[in-house]
């Protein structure tokens, strides 16, 4: 069956649709970024709960895990998953029953019941859960942090390489800089040296293995005959 003649809209175009029907997108829904850049932003405040000493047992192994964790990411209404097995933890960022949003949305105690549904149980003692804040949390930290994908070199701490990454990088640049100009001073020493400068090609000799093939080279004397080689 070709999957290309069923005619199915994206989840783009639905949610444009649903968006459509209750007013279309409206002031609220965009805010100035760091750059002065207008984003239109899905979320603001939502919910981060957290369920801890959950069973190992009802998580069955690292692998059935990674499944759970799956198919929770792959809901709507939730933004984040993270099961760890190891520590018997699940924590989850979702958007909670009555945010401030046109997205779906999904109540602490339907989540408790889906993990009852995969077969977790969850200790209602060990529910920690906080506001989460989607723009400073979750939006500004993956675009807009200045150190979330720089670490120091091995072997040395973050404040050793703060007081000495100016002075490393300037070494770094003097370096590249002068390594650039020694290669180009080689192409020129070389362009010279086999006449690619004037625009003609210096003779090239003939290799051990081309003489044993038979092949001459520039030099080679009108009567002189090459070797040819027989297999064995």
């Not at 964790?69 to 190891?86: C, E, T």
């Not at 989540?111 to 003692?125: H, P, R, S, T, W």
């Not at 930290?141 to 200045?146: D, L, M, T, V």
Request: proline share 3%; aromatic share 12%; no cysteine.
């Amino acid at each position: 069956m070709d999957h290309r003649d069923i005619k199915e809209a994206s989840k783009y175009q639905q949610d444009l649709e649903r968006e459509r029907q209750l007013g279309g997108a409206v002031e609220e829904d965009y805010i100035t970024d760091e750059q002065g850049n207008k984003v239109r932003m899905p979320y603001r405040m939502i919910k981060e709960v957290r369920f801890s000493n959950i069973s190992q047992k009802d998580m069955v192994d690292p692998q059935h895990a990674a499944r759970l964790q799956y198919r929770l990411s792959i809901m709507d209404y939730i933004i984040k998953a993270s099961v760890n097995y190891a520590r018997s933890r699940i924590t989850i960022i979702y958007n909670p029953k009555g945010a401030k949003n046109r997205r779906e949305q999904i109540s602490q105690q339907e989540l408790i019941e889906f993990l009852a549904k995969e077969g977790v149980k969850v200790d209602m003692a060990q529910i920690t859960e906080r506001d989460y804040d989607y723009v400073k949390e979750f939006y500004n930290y993956a675009y807009f942090s200045p150190t979330i994908r720089e670490h120091p070199p091995y072997g040395y701490t973050k404040e050793e390489w703060a007081s000495m990454k100016d002075e490393y990088m300037e070494k770094n640049k003097k370096y590249n800089k002068e390594k650039l100009e020694k290669f180009q001073a080689w192409q020129k020493e070389y362009a010279v040296s086999t006449g690619l400068e004037k625009g003609t090609v210096a003779p090239q000799k003939v290799s051990v293995l081309g003489k044993l093939l038979g092949k001459k080279g520039p030099k080679m004397k009108k009567d002189e005959k090459g070797f040819w080689f027989h297999g064995v």
